[in-house]
């Protein structure tokens, strides 16, 4: 089935909103696990050496966290560049298609 139409500055904007939405929640998982952190260290709503084992063992975790809203991230890159790619071969059709009806 062939696309006949596709509205490509809805589909930047939808690119640009991936793009803002991935950066805001690494800033969440970084604000979380910032906090998880502070409990046993700084804010001491629980201490000892079961709460330092435990959010320790919870910092573990992190880096699937942050590659996960990077996933994202990248997801919104990739789809930035083909819509420009797409942008670019609708052009370049419509070019040779003006060029061959002259």
Known sequence: MAISYMNTIEIENIA?????LANELNNEFNN?????HEVPNITREWVGQQAQFYFD????DKKQYVDFANDLKNIGYK???????????IKRN???????GN
């Not at 640009?16 to 803002?20: A, T, Y």
């Not at 560049?81 to 071969?89: A, H, L, Q, Y």
């Open 94 to 100: 419509l070019n040779e298609e003006a060029e061959r």
């Open 16 to 20: 640009k909103e991936i793009i803002s």
């Open 79 to 89: 789809l930035n560049t083909d819509i420009t790619e797409t942008e670019s071969c």
């Open 32 to 36: 979380l696990f910032n906090r998880f």
């Open 57 to 60: 063992r919870v910092a573990l």
